[in-house]
């Protein structure tokens, strides 16, 4: 059976006891619709607050967890946090998106579901398993891979401290390729150093930086027949 790299988020909610239930499900099914359609891939929600994506543009897969978490909080009513838990895997699959997800058992699906049980024991938000790696040619690839898990800890870090207002401007940067800071000032009717003060406090040239780094980071899972 043919393969190819497949990235799989696996996620829970998090929101307050206080939360309207519908209304996080119905923003959470609108941004999980976006990210597939925006990175060739498909969604499901599982019965209680679990969910998983599955995208073809691997690269892109921090891009995704970013992005979903951003959303959230920029939706959170006052005095109210919505967020999530996120587990990132990449991996060789024989999922398409036209398939269900249900059903879906490859290497990367398990892996990331086993990840976000294990998050699930501590105060982390996001973890990337690096599933499949290739070796690295200087043998330093479990050296790599620990420098990737920090960063990917920071990130996490780095989210966890965001404002709604902070996580908006974020998301839509991330949504909308090369929108100048007018733009987006425009389209949130702030003024433009209102916007940079809030990229600044997201720590938006950081983050950058480090989805860029991902989005070269070699994976496995190139076309192959079984």
């Known amino acids: 059976m043919a393969t190819s790299a497949v990235a799989v988020i696996t996620g829970d909610l998090i929101a307050s006891r206080r939360t309207d239930r519908e209304a996080i499900y119905r923003h959470l099914d609108n941004t999980l619709d976006g990210l597939a359609s925006h990175f060739e891939g498909a969604h499901a929600r599982f019965r209680g607050d679990g969910f998983q994506l599955a995208m073809r543009m691997t690269s892109n897969a921090l891009d995704a967890a970013v992005m979903l978490r951003a959303e959230l909080i920029a939706a959170s009513p006052k005095g109210q946090r919505w967020d999530a838990?996120?587990?990132?895997?990449?991996?060789?699959?024989?999922?398409?998106?036209?398939?269900?997800?249900?059903?879906?058992?490859?290497?990367?699906?398990?892996?990331s579901g086993q990840a976000l049980d294990m998050l699930s024991q501590d105060q982390r938000h996001?973890?990337?398993?690096?599933?499949?790696?290739?070796?690295?040619?200087?043998g330093n690839g479990a050296r790599l891979q620990a420098a990737d898990a920090l960063l990917i800890h920071y990130v996490d870090e780095m989210i966890d401290?965001?404002?709604?207002?902070?996580?908006?401007?974020?998301?839509?940067?991330?949504?909308?390729?090369?929108?100048?800071?007018?733009q987006l000032a425009e389209a949130l009717g702030i003024r433009q150093p209102s916007v940079h003060k809030r990229l600044q406090v997201a720590r938006w040239e950081l983050l950058d930086a480090t989805l860029n780094h991902f989005r070269h980071l070699p994976f496995t899972g190139s076309e192959s027949n079984a």
């Open 161 to 182: 401290g965001w404002s709604p207002a902070s996580a908006e401007v974020v998301a839509m940067k991330l949504a909308i390729e090369n929108i100048t800071q007018r």
């Open 126 to 138: 996001l973890v990337h398993a690096f599933s499949e790696m290739p070796p690295n040619p200087s």
């Open 85 to 111: 838990r996120l587990s990132i895997a990449v991996g060789p699959s024989s999922w398409t998106p036209s398939s269900s997800l249900t059903d879906a058992d490859d290497a990367p699906f398990v892996t």
